[in-house]
């Protein structure tokens, strides 16, 4: 269900391959989350460099969420970038795994098909 790489590069250069290929792949940069800097503008010592960023072609989206509505819960697609044993890890949920729970539609599982190959790519061409 998971799909986990590490890097040698640093956090910060996985972050700026990830969204610069994230572009070349046809997915929009929503919004990155740093949850050491949230954790900790909440009060929480949190020593862990985690970030998430949030992706979407808007045209897979459109496709699944015209299929079934309540997709939504379960977009946009999500990357995490963390440490861990001083090395950089760079993970996704499998869209076409994550998706199951919403039945057997075609037209969902032919795009999460898609939308993993893309994501699968996304993090090689980072990483």
């Known amino acids: 269900m998971f799909h986990i790489k590490s890097t040698p590069k640093s956090v910060q250069i996985v972050m700026q391959d990830l969204i610069a290929a994230a572009e070349k792949h046809q997915?929009?940069?929503l919004h990155e989350h740093n949850?050491?800097?949230?954790?900790r503008h909440k009060g929480i010592e949190f020593p862990h460099r985690v970030h998430v960023l949030e992706i979407c072609n808007p045209h897979h989206a459109a496709s699944i969420l015209n299929e079934?509505?309540?997709v939504n819960m379960a977009l946009p697609c999500r990357i995490g970038v963390w440490e861990k044993d001083g090395q950089t890890m760079v993970g996704t949920i499998l869209p076409t795994q994550l998706l199951q729970v919403f039945g057997d539609s075609p037209t969902i599982a032919e795009t999460a098909t898609q939308v993993e190959n893309a994501m699968l790519a996304i993090i090689d061409?980072?990483?």
Do not use: E
């Open 68 to 70: 079934d509505i309540r």
């Open 35 to 39: 949850l050491r800097q949230t954790m």
């Open 125 to 127: 061409d980072a990483i």
């Open 27 to 29: 997915f929009g940069l």
